[in-house]
Structure formats: C-alpha cells, structure tokens
C-alpha cells in the first residue's frame, strides 16, 4: 500500500492545501509520521497548524469542537475526518497529568518540542518533507525510545508517558535509551497520580502489542510494575510466548496469573462490564479444560472464549492431547448451536405430565439438552416425549 495514497493521508493533504491556501502553515504531525517512517499503514493522521481554531473553521464547511480549549479542531469536509490542531505550547502542569494552561504559538519548532517521544516529535509537509528536530529518525533506525529534552522533566508533565514509554517498546519492539529509562526508575511513583482509566488504555494497547513478554520486562526493570496490581516479576516467564489481538485476552491471562488478585485487579484497572464477563466465562472454560472439555463445554461458550483458553493451556505449558482448530470442528458438529434450537420447552414438559410447575423444568430441559448434545437423543418432539416420560421420570 502506498501511504500518500491512503484515504486518511489524502485526506489531510487537501486539508493541508485549504489551510495554506489561507496564508497559514500546515503539517502532518505525531504517530502518522512515525508510522509512515516506519512503512506501517497509517490510520489516524492529523494536522498541525498556525491558523487558530476560529480560524480553521472559518475555513471549513463543516467541524466539530472536539478539543477547542487545546486548541483542536476536527474538520470534516474532505470525506475522512481529520483532526487539526494549532501550534501550541503548555504551562505548569499540575497533578503530574495535565497542563495549567495552553499557550497557542506561530512556531512549529515550539509545538514539537512539548512532545513526549522523539519519534512523535516529527512533523511532514503535504509535499513529503521531514521536519526532525530532535532525532526520531535516527532513533527509529536504532529502535529507541527516547524523550524529547530532559526526560524527568517530561515525566513530571505528564507521568503516563512512562507507561507509553513501555507501549511504545511492546509494540515497536524497540529498547528505551538508558537516560530515559533512569528517569522513568526515579519517577516510577508519580504513576499513582494517573486515572486508572488512562492505565487501562495503555495496558490495553500493549496486550495487543508485538513483543507482550519484553513489555512486560520494562514494566519491572521500570520499577513501574510495583505500582501496578498483579505481580508481573513472579509470572514474567509466563508471559513469554503470550500473542493476540484481542486487549480482553490480556486481561483475563493477566486475571489467570493473579486469580488471589481478581477483585482487585477488576477494580483498580477499571475494567468494563464486557471484559468481566469475557474473564469469568475464559477462566471457567480454561478449569473446565484441565478437567477435559464434554460437549456441554463446548455447547455453552462461544468459539473465541474456548480457543482464547486453549491459549492459556498452551502458555502455561499445559499437555492439551488435541490442535487448537480442532475445537471449531467439535463445535460445529454439535447437533444444535443454542438452546432455542432445542426441539421442546417447559410448555411441553407442562403438557405432558401433572406435575406443578417448578424448578424441575429446567432440570429436565438441562438433561434434554445433554442428551442430545452426547446424540443419545434426536433432536425431535416425539423422542424428546419418549425420554420424557420413560427415562427421565425414571431416574426423577
């Protein structure tokens, strides 16, 4: 794919083009431009600009203040929506998190400056020109992470940029230069000041990430890891061969490891009410595994839950005695996907016998169900009757 040809780098060109049109200067700024350097597709691109906010939208049709008292703008005239943002500088920050106060500047060299990594602190023109001050270039070719100026300074702005230090290296797959490690080290406490909920973004992304088990190494060597819940230093081994595309995966292995922590880690990585039920029902299908999967396993969980405990068994270095696509075949085969397609209710249970309505139904409805997964029964009215009335009210 050629990158200048994409929908969203297009799109940001002609945004480009309007605002230069205008008498103001414009460039691509940030992750595109790193993404691009590094002939990754690129998905999210955005713009920096001289012009003000009222500025820019006096030269489009159609915007969205999503961010205007930082300055940003998102404009949506060119079919993709690009955000665009003015050449800004910021105060003090205060709480180790955010910035007292936003100073909107002309100069792009001040822009870029205020950024946390030097391979963020990039900027392109519309025509393909870098503009690299700081060297992310260079620290591309080296696979580094470095900050841009002094590290503990940009830590102290802004203490996430620690942990998007660790993302950076899990999905790059690159090293942090030492100066920015040792600040990270000197300044790994500040992280308590962050939002759980911008924690859980982070570690979201490296769950997802290319190189999970050195991610997880620099959260220890960091020092960041003590201040996370679960313990990352006694399960760092079992991390190594973790892979996979789904964050909640992430959070269910890392629940596995620290089953004696599973309230607290719920609790304190703010994790949604999607991601508490995908850990319960994996950790349950993961037990229900090391006791061997029967067809009712297979019936009751979904094919992403099973296989995402396969992986488990498999990361733990458990003997599972059949290949992972085998359980998409079992699966499939089953005689019927769901308990809607079973051939009788309660209604026909009432039908056939003087018994009250009670707890007993779904007693019955349950075994009718087993039957038929384990094909002792067809799945029809007139066998299911037959099992009724005969074998079932025997054994009751």
């Not at 002939?39 to 999210?44: A, M, R």
């Not at 690299?132 to 591309?140: K, N, R, S, T, V």
């Not at 909640?248 to 719920?266: K, M, T």
């Not at 029964?377 to 009757?385: A, F, Q, S, T, W």
Request: hydrophobic content about 40%; aromatic content about 10%; overall charge negative.
């Amino acid at each position: 794919m050629n990158i200048r040809l994409s929908k969203d780098w297009e799109a940001a060109v002609r945004v480009i083009e309007k605002i230069e049109k205008a008498g103001y200067e414009a460039v691509i700024v940030g992750g595109a431009v790193r993404d691009y350097l590094l002939d990754k597709e690129v998905n999210d691109v955005d713009v920096a600009t001289s012009a003000m906010p009222d500025e820019i939208k006096k030269i489009f049709n159609s915007t969205v203040d999503i961010g205007i008292a930082h300055g940003t703008v998102l404009v949506l005239d060119e079919g993709q929506p690009i955000e665009v943002t003015t050449y800004r500088t910021e105060g003090i920050y205060i709480d180790f998190r955010r910035p007292e106060q936003v100073t909107f500047v002309k100069n792009l060299e001040k822009d870029l400056e205020r950024r946390d990594f030097t391979i963020n602190a990039m900027a392109m023109t519309k025509s393909g020109e870098l503009i690299d001050l700081y060297g992310g270039q260079q620290d591309i070719q080296n696979g580094l992470i470095r900050s841009v100026g002094d590290p503990n300074t940009r830590f102290r702005e802004d203490a996430l940029r620690m942990l998007r230090a660790i993302r950076f290296s899990a999905q790059l797959g690159f090293s942090i230069e030492n100066k920015t490690l040792k600040a990270i080290q000197q300044d790994s406490d500040l992280i308590e000041f962050i939002a759980k909920e911008r924690i859980h973004m982070e570690l979201s992304k490296m769950w997802v990430s290319r190189k999970v088990y050195d991610g997880i190494n620099a959260l220890i060597e960091s020092h960041l890891a003590k201040y996370l819940v679960g313990d990352f230093e006694k399960h760092l081994e079992e991390w190594r061969y973790f892979n996979t595309t789904s964050s909640e995966v992430g959070w269910a292995y890392l629940c596995l490891l620290n089953r004696n922590q599973l309230s607290d880690i719920i609790h304190f990585y703010k994790l949604s009410n999607k991601e508490k039920n995908f850990i319960r029902n994996v950790l349950n299908a993961y037990q229900a595994l090391l006791n061997r999967w029967d067809e009712l396993d297979y019936f009751q969980y979904d094919l992403f839950t099973l296989e995402a405990a396969y992986d488990f068994a498999i990361w733990q270095n458990v003997k599972v005695p059949f290949k992972k696509e085998h359980i998409a075949m079992v699966k499939s085969n089953l005689p019927i996907q769901s308990m809607n397609q079973l051939a009788i209710n309660g209604n026909h249970l009432m039908e056939w016998t003087t018994k009250k309505r009670g707890p007993w139904i779904k007693v019955a409805l349950d075994a009718a169900l087993l039957a038929v997964l384990k094909s002792h029964i067809k799945n029809d009215e007139e066998h299911l009757k037959e099992w009724f009335l005969h074998e079932f009210n025997d054994e009751g």
